[in-house]
């Protein structure tokens, strides 16, 4: 097997990029070469060597050491210069990169080739002795960092008393013996820390830094990160090298970030930051404030600094010809990044720039729009659950707000939570149930497990390209970064900031769309969901085919659905509504009557109050299929706790208060979620199903002479396991709509169906479809019972299950489809050889997660049916599955 691929000097040995086998960052290297842009030559070591490494027992196969010397040889042959020359050395930077891009890995080593004498080398060919001595107190403080993971702070401590030795404040003051002086003392605190004097040889820095790479794969930030972007293990990463150019050598010499449209908003306008005289990673650590990129941009802000337009027009200009390169060739929005060397341009990466959903939106239209890529290619393009982000509230324009402060705005939308300043402390105060806000001086992949418990971020450093502000919009967290006029005192945990000093647990609110810091918590309202949203809405439409229902029980959520798109509601669960103060008396009474009589007394109580809530829902869909499942909890759930409320019962009843608790006593049960519940209260206490029923006819008679539009019930027996059930429930069900239709004389059409959640169901399925007119999985149950795991106790377990790799994903959030997922099948197809054409649809927790939905189709249900606020994300998933 090969594992060494060259790049660069007309050489793309990729192929124009394999991001399986080159990772990311690689394959783009590989990618840009092809299209014959300038891309310093360079090779990358596969992602099959990393997961070759690991599983041979972190050893490299005897014929690797020959494929990186011919590396080496095709990066000595493009740029004329040796690799460990005394007199003018080839430096190189190491380079992780995995298929998707992935804090947590490795950081890039820059400079790597330099030592006590190639230095000088490098500084009597360059012509610049600060340039070359600048570039080697990076490479030892780089190296010292992520290779040998040595203790950083006394590198940085070091450089500040030099500099405050010479009464400097910049590094860039500092002088070619400055720099001089302090590589001594780098290589001092290397010998201290680490017992051995720096590496001197150059292949033994290579080495090392390609095995630290490696290595990083199996780092913890590393799994965390995996763990939560479901990125399998075995992926493996890529390690790159590649010739240094350098953007520090003068000011002619620059680096940037940039993206090819506004990563915040969409808009189809070049947006970066760049700092003259810098290497890589100042912009992105905001060791300094980085300049605009574009004139527009720098006077928006009402910035000073040039903009690189202003600054270097022929260079702006050239990058502005490669952005159209790029944007053509990879037909998607670009995250570049690029040096400039003496006023010659470099391009070292480019990718699939992260977006905020508003943005992801955006640009899928306008694209589309340009003829750059179809309207289906813009359909799946937009990640379902980040929409998520723009589903949800925004400040109110109206409230009042106690401005703080003002920092960049990272990533937009709002969030209010209390200030906490670390993130093991933000990871449990969210478990607390806590909205919290992570308030940093900077973030660093250390962070991400508290930026992820976060509602939002707020840093005092770094700008629109920073770490906190990358991560946070591809996470869709609300971030404001760079609020430079706040100062962090992380130990003792306050945060001065506006005149003011907050603590831990103080109450603050961020919008991350203006970059806006305030005090006390800001009311939020509904966006707007026209524009592009509903654009891309229509084009999902035409191209889905599952239908898209909501789970609701209120009026207002049948309102909200609808809005949203849903073609009906697929789930209303009719307990929800016995829990009103105003009729759980009556419910109580119900559930303790030890008498038929006793019950058919309460429930006439709950009668009208039953038929009023579902005249409402029925009104807002109205001519749309309803489905109400009758009553599934197990009585006791509504029973009374306090004196008072037994009190109450017993009063409404006639009946004692004692008789009552030895009743209520009677009803507990060992495993509630096995017990006597579901049609298993139709079966012993047929008065509820009849009661319910009656309620749902009569209702649907009111409003079909009301609206016109009569609306069509699907009437859903919970809990069956047996034919039988089903058939003693229908009978009821059907006589009850008899009765009302004659003497109403009117009737409306209906289906009386049933919930498949339980493995029983499933596999009787072709027997229950004799009776049952449509099936809807409950998936939520039918994973509890056929995998014998409680959702409600899974929690302190199901996180090493998926860790340990036993589950790819919480089946309680992901359908297991290789087990439940069969159970599904072999339902529907039974179901329909006993009864071509029986309607089947979804209704757990399942039918708004994107993975599920895609099963789903494939299946080739009926429909799903999600909660409200999911049903958009649920038409662009079935659109996607379609796809
Ligand atoms: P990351 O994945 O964290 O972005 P990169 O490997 O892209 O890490 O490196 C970070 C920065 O280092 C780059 O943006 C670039 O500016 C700089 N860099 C990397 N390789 C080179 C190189 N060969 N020459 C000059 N700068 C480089
Ligand atoms: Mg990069
Ligand atoms: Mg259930």
Not at 119 to 143: K, N
Request: hydrophobic share 40%.
């Amino acid at each position: 097997t090969r594992y060494v691929y060259r790049f660069g000097g007309g050489v793309n040995d990729g192929g124009n990029g394999n991001k399986n086998l080159l990772g990311g960052k690689g394959a783009n290297l590989d990618g840009m070469a092809s299209i014959g842009l300038p891309v310093p030559p360079g090779f990358t070591i596969t992602t099959e060597m990393c997961t070759r490494y690991y599983v041979d027992g972190e050893v490299y196969p005897d014929s690797l050491n020959a494929e990186v010397a011919g590396g080496i040889a095709h990066i000595e042959g493009v740029t004329g210069k040796r690799f460990g020359d005394q007199a003018d050395p080839l430096l190189v930077s190491v380079r992780s990169g995995a298929r998707v891009s992935m804090p947590g890995m490795m950081d890039t080593v820059l400079n790597l080739g330099l030592n006590d004498r190639t230095v000088i080398g490098l500084a009597s060919a360059s012509g610049d002795e600060r340039f070359a001595w600048d570039s080697y107190r990076r490479f030892i403080q780089m190296y010292s960092d992520v290779v040998l993971e040595l203790d950083h702070g006394a590198f940085e401590e070091a450089l500040e008393i030099a500099k405050e030795d010479q009464g400097y404040t910049l590094d860039t003051e500092m002088t070619a013996d400055d720099w001089k002086g302090l590589v001594a003392e780098y290589k001092t605190i290397v010998e201290k820390q680490w017992g051995k004097p720096f590496p001197q040889d150059v292949n033994d820095q290579l080495w090392g830094a390609i095995s630290a790479v490696f290595g990083s794969w199996q780092a913890d930030r590393a799994k965390v990160y995996r763990r939560l972007n479901d990125i399998p293990g075995d992926w493996g990463t890529a390690v790159n090298v590649q010739a240094m150019v350098f953007g520090n050598m003068g000011d002619t010499s620059a680096t940037g970030v940039a993206f090819t449209r506004d990563p915040a908003t969409g808009e189809n306008v070049y947006y970066g930051e760049f700092l003259i005289n810098a290497q890589g990673e100042d912009v992105v650590a905001g060791i300094r404030t980085p300049q605009y990129l574009t004139t527009a941009a720098r006077e928006r802000a009402g910035a000073k600094p040039l903009s690189m337009e202003e600054a270097m027009p022929e260079t702006y200009a050239e990058l502005a010809k490669v952005f159209n390169i790029l944007e053509t060739h990879y037909r998607d929005m670009q995250d570049i990044e690029f040096t400039v060397q003496q006023g010659k341009l470099w391009m070292l990466q480019t990718r699939s720039g992260k977006r905020t959903a508003k943005a992801a939106l955006k640009i899928a239209v306008d694209m589309a729009g340009e003829g750059l890529i179809t309207q289906e290619e813009a359909v799946a393009r937009v990640d379902p659950a980040a929409l998520d982000q723009l589903l949800h509230p925004t400040l109110d324009p109206k409230a009042p707000r106690d401005v703080l402060t003002k920092g960049l705005p990272a990533s937009p939308g709002a969030a209010s939570g209390i200030v906490v300043f670390d993130a093991d402390t933000a990871e449990r105060r969210n478990e607390l149930g806590d909205a919290v806000i992570l308030v940093r001086t900077e973030t660093s992949p250390e962070d991400i497990h508290g930026m992820h418990a976060a509602k939002g971020i707020l840093t005092a450093r770094g700008g629109m390209t920073s770490h906190a502000a990358v991560v946070a919009r591809g996470m869709g967290r609300p971030c404001v970064s760079g609020a430079g006029s706040m100062s962090i005192d992380a130990k003792a945990k306050t945060l001065r900031i506006g005149g003011r000093e907050l603590t831990e647990g103080d109450i603050v609110t961020i919008d991350g769309s203006t970059g806006e810091v305030m005090a006390g918590e800001v009311p939020t309202v509904q966006p707007e969901l026209a524009g592009d949203f509903g654009t891309l809405m229509v084009w999902a439409d035409k191209v889905r085919r599952l239908r898209v229902r909501a789970n609701a029980e209120t009026p207002q959520d049948c309102k909200t659905a609808r809005e949203f798109g849903a073609e009906g509601v697929g789930l209303c669960r009719t307990e929800h509504m016995f829990f009103d103060a105003a009729r759980i008396t009556a419910v109580r009474q119900m559930i303790l009557a030890d008498s038929e009589k006793g019950r058919r007394d309460a429930l006439e109580k709950l009668l009208p109050e039953q038929r009023d809530d579902f005249a409402q829902i029925f009104m807002v869909m109205a001519g749309l299929p309803v489905t109400i499942r009758l009553l599934d909890p197990p009585l006791h759930e509504f029973l009374p706790h306090e004196e008072a409320e037994f009190a109450e019962v017993a009063k409404a009843a006639g009946v004692g208060v004692d008789e009552l608790r030895r009743r209520a006593s009677e009803l507990h049960e060992f495993n509630p979620m096995l017990g006597h519940r579901g049609c298993r209260l139709g079966v012993t206490y047929p008065e509820i199903y009849e009661m319910q029923a009656r309620a749902i006819f009569e209702a649907a008679l009111i409003v079909k002479k009301r609206s016109g539009a009569a609306p069509i019930p699907e009437v859903m027996i919970p809990l069956v396991a047996t034919r039988r059930e089903l058939e003693l429930m229908k009978a009821i069900v059907d006589r009850v709509a008899q009765e009302v239709f004659a003497e109403q004389a009117d009737s409306v059409e209906y289906l009386t169906g049933t919930m498949i959640e339980l493995p029983r169901a499933a596999l009787k399925a072709g027997e229950i479809a004799e009776v049952g007119e449509f099936f809807s999985f409950g998936t939520n149950d039918l994973t509890q019972t056929t995998i014998g795991i409680s959702r409600d106790d899974a929690g302190r377990f199901l996180g090493s299950y998926v860790d340990k790799g036993i589950f790819p994903r919480d089946p309680f959030v992901s359908i297991d489809v290789e087990g439940v997922g069969e159970l599904i099948e072999l339902a529907a197809e039974r179901g329909r050889k006993t009864r071509p054409g029986i309607k089947l649809g979804i209704c757990g927790e399942h039918g708004g997660d994107p993975a599920s939905i895609a099963f789903c189709e494939q299946t080739g249900l009926d429909y799903v049916s999600a909660s409200p606020y999911r049903v958009p994300i649920a038409r662009l998933a079935a659109a996607q599955a379609a796809l």
